[in-house]
């Protein structure tokens, strides 16, 4: 594959003269631009992705932006897009943002460079722990804590008190990837304020992506030190995981594929260190892109009444009378997947990837680009772009991706998950969670937006609605699910003897 044996990625910090783009002059870029400083003007350093989004309405589906002494090159047009997800000429690159992070996730799976093997390796090893069959096994838990977050919610409806969508969510992914992935719980549910965890991950994430805007790390020393703390304490956290799960058995999780499975071809396994590093991919990547897409997809069914009625008709049809359904019923909700879909068109919670040319080449038959020179497709606007998804590309519509539909687009115009060989591992495990949980959620409520709200964005690598809070109203009628199982006849489950052992985080 050609993900694997590219070059090494050029170290960050390069001047625009060393980007390997021999005809960068005539890639637009934002007017007023200033020596030194570049294309500051008009720019809120906390909203870097929503300004290129501006600019590229502006400058087109090829432009530049520089950043002091870094200069971007951002994609977004079809044909662009599609060119460079040819395998055989282009590769991750791990850009700025992403490489910001390898000092927690090192040569993780999201984190690692082309040429290092350990990529490969965990891939082959971990890939089976995504599979059909696997997925089906996770399904109880996913269950359970859905149990735990409707648990909330019925609290707080019934004190009449709006609930935090993107805390929830995020508290919902978290437990979910951590008990499936791990055995481990983190008691999300039972505190008032996040997990320590979730605090050092969040400050990492933002410290990696303040990172991009300074023209030199001496700038936020105090930040780097809090970030040092947060990594010390992530992994310490990991750490503690692992060593409980070396002393006592699992039942064929992820974690369990990391410390007993070899690779299949040349019995090779995974460090110590590598373990760590993959177990903070997935508790990170795992549940924070979910957690965003969860609450932008509430969002819009919130304010799409006419779209949750119709969701909601759909989950009470296939699954008829039980709140508990099975893993087959899920994929059966085609329409909610629909909403789920459209709402990542609108916001990909993972709202960027970067492409490095594997040789000398020319971009769409245009652009000469020399081996080793990358650029940002900026998804946002490619799931936006007009010319592939109509004038009214802006209006939230997810029969948008009814099938017919979706034939009648190019390829390569839908990539919330990135693409070719290095996309995400866990999609497949992302969408049946997500699916999952929004069905169980518009079985039981009404979902009642603010009328004062407006869509605000936080950004942190990841996308997340910020300050949402949605009013409930329970539905008359709909089964309690305190404690659901994959089989409505069975007796539920408890959390600590559904599929692996379960072990409470300390602080």
């Not at 992070?101 to 090192?106: D, H, N, Q």
């Not at 245009?366 to 802006?394: K, S, Y």
């Not at 109203?473 to 379960?502: K, L, Q, W």
């Amino acid at each position: 594959m050609a993900e694997t044996t590219t070059t090494a990625t050029r170290p960050t910090g390069f001047r625009s003269a060393e980007l390997g783009w021999p005809e960068l002059h005539r890639i637009p870029h934002p007017p007023r631009r200033l020596p030194l400083l570049g294309d500051v003007l008009g720019v809120d350093r906390a909203t870097p992705l929503q300004d290129s989004v501006r600019f590229a309405r502006r400058l087109g589906p090829i432009f530049r932006r520089r950043a002091f002494n870094r200069e971007f090159v951002f994609t977004w047009g079809a044909e662009l897009v599609a060119d460079l997800a040819d395998e055989s000429r282009f590769a991750k690159h791990v850009g700025l943002g992403v490489a910001n992070l390898r000092p927690v996730a090192g040569d993780g799976l999201f984190t690692a460079y082309n040429h290092e093997p350990n990529w490969q390796l965990a891939h082959d090893v971990l890939a089976p722990g995504f599979s059909r069959e696997a997925m089906a096994a996770y399904h109880p838990m996913m269950l359970a804590v859905a149990g735990q977050l409707t648990d909330h919610w019925d609290r707080e409806q019934m004190a009449g008190r709006s609930v935090d969508v993107p805390g929830d969510m995020t508290k919902l992914t978290l437990e979910t990837i951590a008990r499936t992935g791990f055995g481990h719980d983190f008691g999300s549910f039972e505190r008032d304020r996040p997990h320590p965890f979730v605090t050092a991950m969040v400050g990492t994430l933002t410290y990696a992506q303040r990172l991009n805007s300074v023209p030199f790390p001496a700038l936020v020393r105090r930040a780097a030190r809090r970030n040092a703390d947060d990594i010390a304490y992530l992994n310490r956290m990991v750490d503690d995981l692992v060593r409980a799960r070396r002393g006592a058995r699992g039942d064929g999780d992820l974690l369990d594929r990391m410390l007993e499975t070899a690779h299949p071809e040349t019995g090779e396994r995974l460090s110590p260190e590598n373990v760590r590093r993959q177990v903070i991919t997935f508790l990170v990547a795992g549940h924070e892109t979910t957690s965003g897409a969860l609450s932008f997809a509430l969002h819009y069914l919130s304010r799409h009444p006419e779209v949750a009625a119709r969701a909601r008709d759909e989950v009470d049809r296939v699954w008829g009378a039980t709140d508990a359904p099975g893993y087959d019923q899920v994929a059966k909700l085609r329409y909610v997947r629909r909403v789920l879909d459209e709402s990542l068109r609108l916001w990909p919670t993972a709202p960027a990837f970067a492409r490095e040319a594997v040789e000398d080449t020319v971009l769409a038959g245009q652009h000469p680009m020399r081996r080793g020179a990358w650029t940002l497709v900026l998804t946002p606007m490619l799931q936006r772009d007009p010319e592939v998804w109509g004038a009214d590309a802006e209006r939230f519509d997810p029969d948008r991706f009814d099938p017919k539909a979706v034939r009648s687009r190019p390829p390569h115009v839908f990539k919330p998950f990135g693409t070719g060989a290095r996309a995400c591992i866990g999609r497949q495990f992302a969408l049946h969670e997500a699916t999952l949980v929004l069905g169980l959620l518009l079985r039981r409520y009404e979902l009642r937006a603010d009328p004062g709200y407006r869509l605000s964005v936080t950004e942190r690598l990841t996308l997340m609605p910020d300050g949402l809070r949605l009013h409930l109203e329970r539905r008359a009628g709909s089964a309690a699910m305190a404690a659901p199982v994959a089989n409505p006849d069975e007796a539920p489950v408890p959390a600590s003897e559904s599929r692996c052992p379960v072990h409470r985080a300390g602080d």
